[in-house]
């Protein structure tokens, strides 16, 4: 008999909600009452817990009937169980033959997506129901199995994210990590109302359930700028991302708990020098602040001057502030100028601690950013400097695992309102490109209007595998032609699909079509709705 197809099993309506008990109790029982600060309490995922659930549900010989698994009713937003479930540890043979067991002497037809996946929670609810008993629970969690030897655990997980569906009703999947991808950059370009934030969490949501389970785990950090992953009221779609409320870093609560600034022990002096010049043009570029040629070699001074101060340590903004004071013209000193105004802002809003707390990449994080003006200096200042963080840690990591078919990943970068941060010369934010390749670290930007990507200082579109266009206000003709390699007939047809976008619809290249010089350049996918 042939094994049984466990991909694109969709999840029961409030699955998780279902589990919510059975999880809770495992937690209590397997975390510590107190953890020291370096440590957080253990949660289990989304993926073990059903995993659990549904090992319990078929070890019980309890009647099936089918009837009452025809009457489950199935998640209104497509929700899917992902096949790692099945995958981890080589065991869907197994769960086949526990299934056609369970279920032999009943006209079940294998083949049918719909009742496979009523089955498939029927046994999920099943085991939640037994597992809920106390007794049974530490039963369960008393046995013991022996940990070695399985054959497919250290493998690094297959990022192929399936994000809707195309016209054709075909899984539109995207390939992140596939040996023949050469970048794994995602640009997300749609104006308000076309369904940006629902894709940002469909793309989190896959990479995250992929990989959580794996060795090889894919972290990230969002920039929320609107707030709505940050929201309390949001909080069950942090399950969606397997974090919790403890991954939320809210800068106007608490400094974030990091020195932003980088170190230069045993460094030489000309790369100090060198990165003097350049955060002097950021702190100008974050406020637009026009400044002249003296007042730019004074800033760059005190900044070398700060490092001098710390022996080669992270410096802070009051020192840059008081080394550029010290600097100045005597008559200058008590009176504010662009810089003074710029570095006092910083220091008022107190954004980051003086020392490293986390490790921004080891875990995940949302940085909540609707507390300030989007295309303020304080919004574009944290941002600046966490990218700049990012690509200090970046730069210390070994290349990237690959295997016989994957190359790994380890972080994602995720920039909503992108736009607010590619007005001026971006150097980390190019860094974290460049850097990142070899190291198995990317970035998803998110944008209103695709022209966005295209600036003086930096053609992202030439650099991202996945260009991905929603709904937009103003429709950029160069943009088109450039992106597509279009024109006549060709660039009409795709200004026309463009235009026609509804909401959570959004076109991509077909690089078949492009590469063979016939049939449509670009798809039409009908992006899943998950938020």
């Given at each position: 008999?042939?094994?049984?197809?466990?991909?694109?099993?969709?999840?029961?309506?409030?699955?998780?909600?279902?589990?919510?008990?059975?999880?809770?109790?495992?937690?209590?029982?397997?975390?510590?009452?107190?953890?020291?600060?370096?440590?957080?309490?253990?949660?289990?995922?989304?993926?073990?817990?059903?995993?659990?659930?549904?090992?319990?549900?078929?070890?019980?010989?309890?009647?099936?009937?089918?009837?009452?698994?025809?009457?489950?009713?199935?998640?209104?937003?497509?929700?899917?169980?992902?096949?790692?479930?099945?995958?981890?540890?080589?065991?869907?043979?197994?769960?086949?033959?526990?299934?056609?067991?369970?279920?032999?002497?009943?006209?079940?037809?294998?083949?049918?997506?719909?009742?496979?996946?009523?089955?498939?929670?029927?046994?999920?609810?099943?085991?939640?129901k037994i597992l809920v008993n106390d007794a049974v629970l530490d039963e369960w969690l008393?046995?013991?199995?022996?940990?070695?030897?399985?054959?497919?655990?250290?493998?690094?997980?297959?990022?192929?994210?399936?994000?809707?569906?195309?016209?054709?009703?075909?899984?539109?999947?995207?390939?992140?990590?596939?040996?023949?991808?050469?970048?794994?950059?995602?640009?997300?370009?749609?104006?308000?109302?076309?369904?940006?934030?629902?894709?940002?969490?469909?793309?989190?949501?896959?990479?995250r359930t992929l990989s959580i389970e794996s060795q090889y785990p894919v972290n990230f950090l969002l920039f929320d700028y609107k707030g709505e992953f940050s929201d309390p009221a949001n909080n069950s779609w942090l399950n969606l991302f397997e974090v919790d409320r403890t991954a939320i870093l809210d800068p106007i609560a608490s400094p974030l708990p990091f020195n932003p600034f980088k170190e230069f022990i045993g460094k030489a002096q000309n790369e100090i020098n060198l990165y003097s010049t350049e955060l002097a043009t950021a702190i100008c570029a974050i406020d637009n602040a026009r400044m002249s040629a003296n007042m730019s070699n004074r800033l760059s001074e005190a900044i070398i001057n700060s490092y001098k101060r710390?022996?080669?340590?992270?410096?802070?903004?009051?020192?840059?502030?008081?080394?550029?004071?010290?600097?100045?013209?005597?008559?200058?000193?008590?009176?504010?100028?662009?810089?003074?105004?710029?570095?006092?802002?910083?220091?008022?809003?107190?954004?980051?601690?003086?020392?490293?707390?986390?490790?921004?990449?080891r875990d995940s994080y949302i940085v909540k950013m609707d507390g300030f003006p989007k295309d303020g200096p304080i919004a574009k200042a944290i941002v600046y400097f966490i990218?700049?963080?990012?690509?200090?840690?970046?730069?210390?990591?070994?290349?990237?695992?690959?295997?016989?078919?994957?190359?790994?990943?380890?972080?994602?970068?995720?920039?909503?309102?992108?736009?607010?941060?590619?007005?001026?010369?971006?150097?980390?934010?190019r860094d974290l490109i460049a850097i990142g390749r070899n190291k198995g670290l990317s970035i998803i930007l998110a944008t209103q209007n695709m022209d966005s990507y295209k600036s003086e200082y930096f053609d992202f579109y030439a650099n991202a595998q996945y260009p991905l266009i929603m709904k937009q206000q103003s429709i950029n003709d160069g943009v088109i032609r450039d992106l597509f390699g279009v024109s006549g007939n060709e660039f009409q047809e795709i200004k026309q699909a463009i235009s026609g976008l509804q909401k959570g619809e959004l076109i991509i290249k077909n690089p078949t079509a492009i590469a063979l010089g016939m049939g449509k350049r670009y798809k039409k996918i009908k992006v899943s709705h998950l938020i």
């Open positions: 008999m042939s094994v049984i197809n466990l991909q694109n099993i969709r999840q029961a309506e409030g699955l998780m909600e279902e589990l919510q008990e059975v999880r809770t109790k495992i937690e209590q029982r397997i975390n510590l009452e107190r953890y020291s600060n370096s440590q957080k309490v253990v949660v289990i995922n989304g993926n073990k817990i059903m995993r659990i659930c549904l090992i319990a549900g078929l070890s019980s010989k309890e009647h099936r009937d089918l009837e009452t698994i025809e009457q489950i009713q199935m998640s209104k937003t497509s929700n899917r169980i992902f096949e790692t479930l099945f995958t981890l540890h080589n065991l869907g043979t197994v769960y086949s033959a526990m299934l056609k067991l369970r279920y032999q002497g009943l006209a079940i037809d294998w083949e049918n997506a719909g009742i496979k996946s009523k089955i498939i929670n029927a046994e999920i609810i099943r085991g939640s008393l046995n013991t199995v022996n940990p070695g030897g399985s054959t497919k655990a250290g493998r690094i997980p297959a990022l192929n994210l399936n994000i809707g569906a195309y016209e054709d009703n075909i899984p539109a999947m995207l390939n992140l990590n596939g040996k023949e991808i050469t970048n794994t950059q995602i640009l997300v370009a749609g104006t308000t109302g076309s369904g940006k934030s629902n894709l940002l969490a469909v793309l989190l949501n896959e990479i710390t022996q080669n340590k992270g410096v802070t903004f009051d020192l840059i502030l008081k080394e550029y004071i010290a600097i100045q013209p005597e008559k200058e000193k008590d009176k504010d100028d662009s810089i003074k105004s710029v570095l006092k802002q910083l220091i008022r809003t107190n954004l980051f601690a003086k020392e490293d707390q986390i490790d921004l990449i990218v700049s963080k990012l690509n200090t840690i970046y730069e210390k990591l070994p290349k990237q695992a690959i295997d016989e078919d994957c190359v790994e990943l380890r972080h994602f970068t995720i920039i909503d309102e992108a736009h607010y941060m590619l007005g001026f010369d971006n150097k980390p934010l």
